[in-house]
């Protein structure tokens, strides 16, 4: 059974850098095609995918967003870190974490909402 | 990059009825990178159709996917309830994912 699960503060100042975790269970980030991605969705608005990392340590980054982000991940400890610098009001969000193995994201986290406010 | 655009922006059916929702990409999209979700309040998104056509697992054979290229439809038929929903269609090409901006398909 996958699961994932996103954690973070939950209020952060603009300028500040966002780090969230997703922790999961249920399948192995060493294990060849998986991967694990995140998404946002502002209030109210569409999904955005924002990053992807694969278990041969392969990253991959919304081209918008590419220079503000940075994805790792510790096999060991079945977790994937995003880092998102300059935090701004517009970037208040849910952020979610996915599972991908081959193309779709076929498990979610529950999503942790993250709001940008000084 | 690839912009996904969903018609209708909202849709509104009785139960029972048939819903056929619309995602047109800005250029061509391999049918294997091509997938469907449903979105209800509150809730994270779920996986329905992958690959364009294929249902993921526990997806009622209500829920059906199709077309190629740049032209990609999702079938709901005989609609319940709990179909209330938003779809987002997504694509993945050229090493970055992008969604469309949503189908909210209202159950009177």
């Known amino acids: 059974q996958i699961t994932l699960k996103e954690s973070g503060p939950t209020l952060v100042k603009p300028t500040q850098t966002l780090t969230l975790t997703c922790s999961f269970s249920?399948?192995?980030?060493?294990?060849?095609?998986?991967?694990v991605g995140w998404i946002r969705q502002p209030p109210g608005k569409a999904l955005e995918w924002l990053a992807l990392?694969?278990?041969?340590?392969?990253?991959r980054y919304n081209p918008s967003l590419e220079r503000r982000l940075t994805i790792t991940k510790d096999t060991s400890k079945n977790q994937v870190v995003l880092a998102m610098t300059n935090m701004d009001p517009v970037d208040t969000a849910t952020y979610y974490c996915?599972?991908?193995?081959?193309?779709?994201?076929?498990?979610w986290g529950q999503g942790a909402l993250v709001t940008v406010s000084s | 990059e690839i912009v996904l655009t969903q018609s209708p922006g909202t849709l509104s059916l009785s139960p029972g009825e048939r819903a056929t929702l619309s995602c047109r990409a800005s250029?061509?999209?391999?049918?294997?990178?091509f997938a469907w979700y449903q979105q209800k309040p509150g809730q994270a998104p779920r996986l329905l159709i992958y690959?364009?056509?294929n249902r993921a697992t526990g997806i009622p054979d209500r829920f059906s996917g199709s077309g190629s290229g740049t032209d990609f439809t999702l079938t709901i038929s005989r609609l319940e309830p709990e179909d209330s929903a938003v779809y987002y269609c997504?694509?993945?090409?050229?090493?970055?994912?992008?969604f469309g901006q949503g189908t909210n398909l209202e159950i009177k």
């Open positions: 249920g399948f192995s980030l060493s294990t060849n095609g998986v991967g």
């Open positions: 996915a599972h991908i193995k081959s193309s779709p994201f076929d498990f």
């Open positions: 690959g364009a056509s």
């Open positions: 990392i694969y278990w041969d340590d392969d990253k």
């Open positions: 250029q061509s999209v391999s049918s294997i990178y």
């Open positions: 997504q694509q993945y090409g050229s090493s970055w994912y992008t």
